[in-house]
Nanobody, 115 residues
Framework: QVQLVESGGGLVQAGGSLRLSCAASGSIFSINAMGWYRQAPGKQRELVAR???????NYADSVKGRFTISRDNAKNTVYLQMNSLKPEDTAVYYC?????????WGQGTQVTVSS
């Protein structure tokens, strides 16, 4: 099993920045990829950014050039740096660990961007 603890959400004005953190513990050596997803009210959960164990990354078109996913292997932590935030980025952001046959989710952290 993998436990994920997110932090870093909050309220920010449009154009501002936030950094989300996701600390992983447990069977971390079984993780194939980690990602950030978000879910806005009334919408489906969507992929924001993902990084494989080999370091490959992919981003949703809506965040390319503004968000960056990174990791600190020594801390078993994945980050999502979010710049130039827009009101449409408002959502609950979830960290995900993909183990191939299993997936684990964090508890979610609220990001609210005011106009």
């Amino acid at each position: 099993q993998v436990q994920l603890v997110e932090s870093g959400g909050g309220l920010v004005q449009a154009g501002g920045s936030l950094r989300l953190s996701c600390a992983a513990s447990g069977s971390i050596f079984s993780i194939n990829a980690m990602g950030w997803y978000r879910q806005a009210p009334g919408k489906q959960r969507e992929l924001v950014a993902r990084m494989t164990s080999g370091g490959s990354t992919n981003y949703a078109d809506s965040v390319k050039g503004r968000f960056t996913i990174s990791r600190d292997n020594a801390k078993n932590t994945v980050y999502l740096q979010m710049n130039s935030l827009k009101p449409e980025d408002t959502a609950v952001y979830y960290c995900n660990a993909d183990l191939g046959t299993d997936g684990y989710w964090g508890q979610g952290t609220q990001v609210t961007v005011s106009s």
